[in-house]
T-cell receptor
Framework: DAGVIQSPRHEVTEMGQEVTLRCKPI?????LFWYRQTMMRGLELLIY????????DSGMPEDRFSAKMPNASFSTLKIQPSEPRDSAVYFC???????????FGPGTRLTVL | SQQGEEDPQALSIQEGENATMNCSYK?????LQWYRQNSGRGLVHLIL?????REKHSGRLRVTLDTSKKSSSLLITASRAADTASYFC??????????FGAGTTVTVRA
């Protein structure tokens, strides 16, 4: 198995620009999670999908953040406009509906200048 | 919000020694998991222990769970340099959501 795939691995952008992070979950998994990790706040759940439907987006910081899952094999997390405080590592994880273990991607390190 | 809290925040040991870290949580759980994160990488699942289990082993890992005290411990025996990483406990909520603690950073000195 290829595991969870995220792209890009690193993103450097300027404040005000739109940023799109991408995730391909493990085939057959029906739950997908987006997390943000910073030194100050640790690992925070932003949003999660079940069967492509957003179930809980209470962790999304503000309206500048949006996430979509158009099909079972692809999800995006978009930040528009980006701000320096959005700088973090963003992880995507997926899990099967029959187990609780989550499988994490390698993360996208976002730097907003 | 973080449900689990790991203790200590950081741990430095000599290769071959055992490393023990603890996790405390606040609300009832169905299961508790431990994950490892190497520097610059994603989290990797290590072990899951269910609320009706008290102890579980996986290779050099031993996990205990005390639901009356709402706490868990992770023991790594005979540590190796490759065990240098951050270790997180995660507790389940509803709908397969996990709450992660702040992690314990373990450094194994050669």
């Amino acid at each position: 198995d290829a595991g969870v795939i995220q792209s890009p691995r690193h993103e450097v952008t300027e404040m005000g620009q739109e940023v799109t992070l991408r995730c391909k979950p493990i085939s057959g998994h029906n739950s997908l999670f987006w997390y943000r990790q910073t030194m100050m706040r640790g690992l925070e759940l932003l949003i999660y999908f079940n069967n492509n439907v957003p179930i809980d987006d209470s962790g999304m910081p503000e309206d500048r953040f949006s996430a979509k899952m158009p099909n079972a094999s692809f999800s995006t997390l978009k930040i528009q406009p980006s701000e320096p405080r959005d700088s973090a590592v963003y992880f995507c994880a997926s899990s099967s509906g029959t187990e609780d273990t989550q499988y994490f991607g390698p993360g996208t390190r976002l730097t907003v200048l | 919000s973080q449900q689990g809290e790991e203790d200590p925040q950081a741990l430095s040991i000599q290769e071959g020694e055992n490393a023990t870290m603890n996790c405390s949580y606040k609300t009832s759980i169905n299961n508790l998991q431990w994950y490892r994160q190497n520097s610059g990488r994603g989290l990797v699942h290590l072990i899951l222990i269910r609320s009706n289990e008290r102890e579980k082993h996986s290779g050099r890992l031993r996990v205990t769970l005390d639901t009356s005290k709402k706490s868990s411990s992770l023991l790594i025996t005979a540590s190796r340099a490759a065990d240098t990483a951050s270790y997180f406990c995660a507790t389940d909520g509803s709908d397969y959501k996990l709450s992660f603690g702040a992690g314990t950073t373990v450094t194994v000195r050669a």
